[in-house]
């Protein structure tokens, strides 16, 4: 047995494809970070101190919802991929989790327990 460690590797989670198949956004550090599906150099979409999580693609490709802690509990926003300001979807203090668009990008679904009595 050898006593090496091998070498620290960044741990991705939570990847998203998106539509055309051509960039993946992931998270790592807390962050979104957006890269070409085959490689190259990843561009930080996000850079708050609060964690963000679950990134998900709008159908055509130009927005990504995410969820973020940066209000407390955890809450949706929507992230225009050409420029533009992060909009706040919900505000609710049960943590609200991004899970899918609708097929024509008019919805946005999440999950949540602010319902649970």
């Given at each position: 047995?050898?006593?090496?460690?091998?070498?620290?590797?960044?741990?991705?989670?939570?990847?998203?494809?998106?539509?055309?198949?051509?960039?993946?956004?992931?998270?790592?550090?807390?962050?979104?970070?957006?890269?070409?599906?085959?490689?190259?150099?990843?561009?930080?979409?996000?850079?708050?101190?609060?964690?963000?999580?679950?990134?998900?693609?709008?159908?055509?490709?130009?927005?990504?919802?995410?969820?973020?802690?940066?209000?407390?509990?955890?809450?949706?926003?929507?992230?225009?991929?050409?420029?533009?300001?992060?909009?706040r979807?919900?505000y609710?203090?049960?943590?609200?989790?991004?899970?899918?668009?609708?097929?024509?990008?008019?919805?946005?679904?999440?999950?949540?327990?602010r319902?649970?009595?």
């Open positions: 047995m050898s006593n090496q460690k091998a070498p620290a590797r960044p741990y991705f989670r939570t990847p998203a494809i998106a539509p055309a198949g051509d960039r993946l956004a992931f998270v790592y550090a807390g962050d979104i970070w957006l890269a070409a599906i085959g490689g190259g150099t990843a561009e930080r979409l996000t850079a708050h101190p609060s964690n963000h999580a679950r990134p998900a693609w709008a159908p055509d490709g130009e927005q990504l919802a995410f969820t973020s802690y940066r209000t407390g509990g955890g809450d949706v926003y929507v992230l225009p991929l050409r420029g533009g300001e992060v909009r979807i919900t609710h203090d049960a943590p609200s989790m991004v899970e899918a668009w609708s097929h024509d990008g008019a919805q946005l679904f999440f999950s949540s327990t319902d649970r009595q």
